[in-house]
C-alpha cells in the first residue's frame, strides 16, 4: 500500500506549489509544502526521485461536443459522464520544467474526490462534493470512487445550490439513467441547511483547516492522493522521462558524497599538518641541545650540509599544505547555518606567488547571514581584500542572494626554517 504522495499545482503568480503527504496511524498528512518560481532550474532539481502528480487546469465537456481548434487540447483516455480537457499552455510548465519528476497529469478538481475519500469519516463511494469560490461553485460527480463529472455553477447563494443540484441531477438521468446521481452531499467549506430540505443528504467534511482555506493547497494535496485514494482520469501527458530523476539522484548523491570527502580529507590534512608542525619543532629543539653538547656530531653535520638541507627540505614539504586545502576547511567552519553555496569560480591572477582571486556566490536566509560569513573571511590569514560585490532580496523565493569576491593565496602556508 502506498503510505506516501507528492502533488504540485502552478498559482496563479507563475510558482510551483509542491506538497509531500505520508500517512501516519492511517491518517493523511502534510510533512512538506514548498513554493517556488517554477523557472527556477534549482528547486526544481531538489525533487530529486520524487514522482509527482501534476494538477492541471480544465474543463469538462460531453463526449460528443466538439471544440474549436481541438489539436491545441489534451484529452483524457478513460473518461465518465463527462470528459476532461486541457489546453496545451497548461500543461507546458510542467512538461518544460518537470518533465523528469511528473508521472501523470490530472485535474486541478480532483480535490473534489480525493479529500472526502481520504478524510471523511463514513465509508461513501458515491456521492456529490461542492467547493464554493467568491463567484461559482465547483461541484463534483464521484460515483464508485471515481471521479465521473465536474461542474461549474453560479450564482453563489443558498439558494441557488438547490436549483444547481436539481439541473445537474435532471442532466445525469438524461444522459446515465441507468446510473442516478448519488444523493450524499459533502461541502468543504460552508454550509448550506437547505440542501437537507430537498432529496438530497448532507454529510459533515472534517478536514484540517490549512488545506481547505486554500484552494491551491487543496488542489495540490488532491493531485497527490490521485488515483491513491480514488480513480481520477488522467490526461495524455509523455511521462517517459520520468525515469531519469532515478539517475539525476544518484548523480546528486555522489555529488555530495564526493564533496563531503574533500572536506574530511580537508579536515584530516589541517590536523595533521598541526601535528607534524607541533612534533617537529620539538624534535629540532632536542637535536639542536644535543648538537651543541657534542662536538662531534656538529663536525659530522658540518660535512654532510648538504643532506640535512635535503632532509630538511623534505620536512617542510610534510609540515606545508595547499591554499586550496585551507580555503575548503575554511568555508565548511565558517558557513552559518541558513547560508547556501550555489557557485564558485576561480582565476589565477600571479603564477609566482599563487595568487588566486575567488567569486563565490550562494543565497540565505537574511541578511546578517552573509556579513557573519564575510566577517569570518576577513578573519582568515588566508584570504585578503574580501568585498561584497552583490546583494539583494529575491521576494519570490523569500531569500537573499550574494556575490562574494576575495584574494586568496595558494602557496605553501608555512616554511620550516
Given at each position: ?5 507528492h502533488?504540485?499545482?502552478?498559482t496563479?503568480?507563475?510558482s ?10 492511517n491518517?493523511?498528512?502534510i ?8 523557472s ?15 494538477a ?14 481541438e489539436?491545441d487540447?489534451?484529452y ?36 473534489l474526490a ?23 461553485y ?12 465536474v ?11 438547490i436549483?444547481?443540484l ?36 448532507c ?8 488545506i481547505v482555506?486554500n484552494?491551491?493547497?487543496a ?15 488522467t ?32 579536515l ?16 629540532k ?7 651543541q ?15 640535512a ?5 623534505l620536512?617542510?614539504v ?11 576547511q ?34 540565505a ?10 566577517s569570518g ?20 523565493q523569500?531569500v ?12 605553501a602556508?608555512?616554511k620550516?626554517k
Amino acid at each position: 500500500m502506498q503510505n506516501t504522495a507528492h502533488g504540485i499545482t502552478l498559482t496563479d503568480d507563475g510558482s510551483f506549489l509542491f506538497v509531500s503527504l505520508k500517512k501516519r496511524d492511517n491518517s493523511w498528512r502534510i510533512i512538506t509544502k514548498k513554493k517556488w518560481d517554477s523557472s527556477n532550474t534549482f528547486k526544481n532539481g531538489l525533487l530529486l526521485n520524487r514522482g509527482v502528480v501534476a494538477a492541471v487546469p480544465c474543463s469538462f465537456k460531453n463526449a460528443n461536443t466538439k471544440i474549436n481548434n481541438e489539436q491545441d487540447l489534451i484529452y483524457s483516455q478513460d473518461n465518465g459522464l463527462l470528459a476532461p480537457y486541457a489546453h496545451t499552455p497548461s500543461v507546458s510548465p510542467f512538461s518544460n520544467y518537470l518533465a523528469a519528476n511528473c508521472i501523470a497529469a490530472v485535474p486541478d478538481d480532483s480535490f473534489l474526490a480525493t479529500l472526502p475519500l481520504a478524510f471523511s469519516n463514513k465509508d461513501l463511494h458515491s456521492f456529490v462534493s461542492i467547493f464554493q469560490t467568491a463567484t461559482e461553485y465547483k461541484i463534483g460527480i464521484i460515483i464508485n470512487s471515481a471521479l465521473t463529472a465536474v461542474f461549474t455553477m453560479s450564482p453563489v447563494s443558498p439558494e441557488a445550490i438547490i436549483s444547481h443540484l436539481a439541473r445537474i441531477e435532471r442532466y445525469c438521468s438524461i444522459m446515465t439513467p441507468e446510473t442516478p446521481m448519488p444523493r450524499h452531499v459533502y461541502t468543504f467549506n460552508f454550509k448550506s441547511d437547505g440542501i437537507n430540505q430537498s432529496h438530497f443528504q448532507c454529510n459533515d467534511l472534517t478536514i484540517p483547516p490549512e488545506i481547505v482555506s486554500n484552494k491551491e493547497t487543496a488542489v495540490a494535496i488532491g493531485a497527490a492522493l490521485a488515483n491513491v485514494t480514488c480513480k481520477i482520469p488522467t490526461l495524455s501527458f509523455d511521462a517517459t522521462r520520468s525515469s531519469f530523476r532515478h539517475i539525476r539522484a544518484i548523480g546528486y548523491a555522489i555529488s555530495m558524497a564526493f564533496l563531503g570527502s574533500v572536506i574530511a580529507c580537508s579536515l584530516f590534512f589541517g590536523i595533521f599538518s598541526a601535528y607534524s608542525a607541533t612534533a617537529l619543532s620539538k624534535y629540532k629543539s632536542k637535536y639542536q641541545t644535543i648538537v651543541q653538547q657534542n662536538p662531534d656530531i656538529k663536525k659530522l653535520l658540518d660535512e654532510n650540509e648538504s643532506f640535512a638541507k635535503d632532509l630538511l627540505s623534505l620536512s617542510s614539504v610534510f609540515a606545508n599544505r595547499t591554499g586550496w586545502a585551507d580555503f575548503l576547511q575554511l568555508l565548511g567552519v565558517i558557513r552559518p547555518s541558513g547560508l547556501y553555496f550555489e557557485m564558485l569560480g576561480s582565476e589565477s591572477l600571479n603564477k609566482t606567488n599563487g595568487t588566486v582571486r575567488i567569486a563565490l556566490s550562494g543565497y540565505a536566509s537574511n541578511e546578517s547571514l552573509i556579513t557573519d560569513f564575510i566577517s569570518g573571511l576577513q578573519k582568515s590569514n588566508i584570504i585578503s581584500q574580501v568585498s561584497l560585490s552583490s546583494m539583494e532580496r529575491d521576494k519570490a523565493q523569500n531569500v537573499v542572494t550574494y556575490k562574494v569576491i576575495c584574494l586568496l593565496k595558494c602557496t605553501a602556508l608555512s616554511k620550516t626554517k
